[in-house]
Each structure stands twice: as structure tokens, then as C-alpha cells.
């Protein structure tokens, strides 16, 4: 069965550095998601990515953060310099179709610590 | 605005015990979609299941079944019999269609532990 996969798993990195979060989406699916959830909180979402551009993002996706799709298979998260707020796990999903209640599959998420 | 509520932060039972997980949900729009995911211990979120607004029609699948009531704005999930395999995080989450996109509003999830 086709599945949501991302990389690392575990990010452990230092204030103010850049960071990259890779997934990789199930092929056949158009419209891309990256949500985050801060521990034992609920799951926020973060931006949506259709036709290689964001279609929608929330006040948590300020000037720190950009996606990517550089390729036919891969679609990143970059936070630029990181804060300790960042640390949260980031799932990453992909849906069929969009604006129409698709579900949206997730992956396993990366666990990123910011110290 | 749209919102989910998930009032029980977290409920305990014994294995083979029915459960009911509440979700109430807000919303301005006639055309939206709930869903329900599990969360297990391993971290990811499992998707299980989908349901417009026009489709009232409870659903059973296995063990698990979903209540869907507009006129309470609830979308209830019950598991019956359950199994310490059910314990994790269950969240609850509304999409409303809009121009290209289909942003998913969870809710702050019930941790269910089940106990042998």
C-alpha cells in the first residue's frame, strides 16, 4: 500500500541553524501538506502546496519557514534559523485532490529538537 | 469560525469495555468533511475515516463505528470491545472546502488507554 514517507525520523539541531524536513509523497497524489504538533498538543496546520506553489498557509508560517518541491518525488520544509519554539514533531501529508475533502495521508512525522 | 472540541482529555478502560470518543464541531459552511485519525505510541496518524455533511448515515467498520449528527454538530466514534491495540490518541478534525485547498482543523485529541 502506498504511503507518506519522510526523513530523518529525529533531527536534533542547534538554535539559529538551518534545517531541512524531507517527505516524500504517495505518487499519485497533486496537493501536499505539512502540519506540525508541539508535544501532547493538538496537530497545527502549517501550509498547503498544490501546482508548485503554496495555495495556503497560517500565521505559524512566517518568513523562517519555505517549502520545496525540487523534484518529481520530494517535498521539503525548510526552517531557516531556528528557535527553540520549533521543536515539535512535522508531519508531513498528501492528498488525490483538493477543495473537495480529500483525505489527506500522513507520514511518520520527524521529531525536531531545537537546543 | 470553524472548531473542534474534544472535551475528554483522556479515558481509561478495561479490555472488552465499549467506548465512546465525543467530537463537536463548528462550522459556517453546508459542505464539510470529518474525519477521525489514530495516534499510536509509535507517533504517526492513522487515517480512519471519512464523512461529508450530506451523508447523515452511520458507519460501522469491524469494531469501530461513527455517529454523525448534525443537529448536535457531533461526530461521535465508538470502539467496542476494545483491545489494548486500541490505545493511543484518537483526533478528531474538520475540513471546509475552499479555493485549492483542504486544510484539516484538529481537535485536541483523547488519549485512550485500555487495560488488560
Known amino acids: 500500500e502506498p504511503e507518506v514517507t519522510q526523513t530523518p525520523s529525529h533531527q536534533v539541531t542547534q538554535m539559529g541553524q538551518e534545517v531541512i524536513l524531507r517527505c516524500v509523497p504517495i505518487?499519485?497524489?497533486?496537493?501536499f501538506y505539512w502540519y506540525r504538533q508541539i508535544l501532547g498538543q493538538k496537530v497545527e496546520f502549517l501550509v498547503s502546496f498544490y501546482n508548485n506553489e503554496i495555495s495556503e498557509k497560517s500565521e505559524i508560517f512566517d518568513d523562517q519557514f519555505s517549502v520545496e518541491r525540487p523534484d518529481g518525488s520530494n517535498f521539503t520544509l525548510k526552517i531557516r534559523s531556528t528557535k527553540l519554539e520549533d521543536s515539535a514533531m512535522y508531519f508531513c501529508?498528501?492528498?488525490?485532490?483538493?477543495?473537495?475533502?480529500?483525505?489527506?495521508?500522513f507520514g511518520p512525522g520527524t521529531r525536531l529538537l531545537v537546543l | 469560525a470553524q472548531k473542534v472540541t474534544q472535551a475528554q482529555t483522556e479515558i481509561s478502560v478495561v479490555e472488552k469495555e465499549d467506548v465512546t470518543l465525543d467530537c463537536v464541531y463548528e462550522t459556517r459552511d453546508t459542505t464539510y468533511y470529518l474525519f477521525w485519525y489514530k495516534q499510536p505510541p509509535s507517533g504517526e496518524l492513522v487515517f480512519l475515516i471519512r464523512r461529508n455533511s450530506f451523508d447523515e448515515q452511520n458507519e460501522i467498520s469491524g469494531r469501530y463505528s461513527w455517529n454523525f449528527q448534525k443537529s448536535t454538530s457531533s461526530f461521535n466514534f465508538t470502539i467496542t470491545a476494545s483491545q489494548v491495540v486500541d490505545s493511543a490518541v484518537y483526533f478528531c478534525a474538520l475540513s471546509e472546502p475552499s479555493h485549492n485547498t483542504d486544510k484539516l482543523i484538529f481537535g485536541t485529541g483523547t488519549r485512550l488507554q485500555v487495560f488488560p
Open positions: 501529508a498528501s492528498s488525490e485532490g483538493g477543495a473537495g475533502g480529500e483525505t489527506q495521508y
Open positions: 505518487s499519485n497524489h497533486l496537493y
